[in-house]
């Protein structure tokens, strides 16, 4: 069973967060260091697999700015973080690079 602790500092009155093995990459964060500039969800098609996910989140991952890459293999909604708001033109050429098709920006 993992534990997360949360521990306040009233001088810096902001919260840090524990986990027990910090392998999710929340461990020790300062809750400010996590929020992104942006966050944008995209319909790209053809991912069929593991290895689709994977493309597309490498590719994905090489745009300037870009923190995190979750992907919805069965709905094909990808979600992306980034420090910088992300233009479609580079989220449309990374995604081709990985061979797959944006099909646009969706709505929050």
Same mark, same amino acid.
């Given at each position: 069973?993992?534990?997360?602790?949360?521990?306040?500092?009233?001088?810096? &009155?902001?919260?840090? #967060? *524990?986990?027990?093995?910090? *392998?999710? !990459?929340? $461990?020790?964060?300062? =809750?400010?260091?996590?929020?992104?500039?942006?966050?944008? #969800?995209?319909?790209?098609? !053809?991912?069929?697999? $593991?290895?689709?996910? *994977? &493309?597309?989140?490498?590719? +994905?991952?090489?745009? %300037? $700015?870009?923190?995190?890459?979750?992907?919805?293999?069965?709905?094909?909604?990808?979600? #992306? %973080?980034?420090? =910088?708001? +992300?233009? %479609?033109?580079?989220?449309?050429?990374?995604? %081709?690079? &990985?061979?797959?098709? +944006? #099909? !646009?920006? +969706?709505? !929050?």
């Amino acid at each position: 069973m993992s534990k997360t602790t949360v521990t306040i500092d009233p001088s810096a &009155a902001e919260a840090t #967060v *524990s986990s027990c093995c910090g *392998s999710c !990459g929340t $461990g020790d964060a300062p =809750a400010s260091a996590v929020e992104s500039a942006g966050r944008a #969800v995209f319909q790209v098609q !053809g991912m069929t697999c $593991g290895h689709c996910v *994977s &493309a597309v989140t490498a590719e +994905l991952k090489k745009i %300037d $700015g870009v923190t995190e890459v979750a992907v919805d293999l069965a709905t094909g909604r990808v979600t #992306v %973080d980034a420090t =910088a708001p +992300l233009g %479609d033109e580079a989220v449309a050429a990374a995604i %081709d690079e &990985a061979g797959y098709e +944006l #099909v !646009g920006r +969706l709505a !929050g």
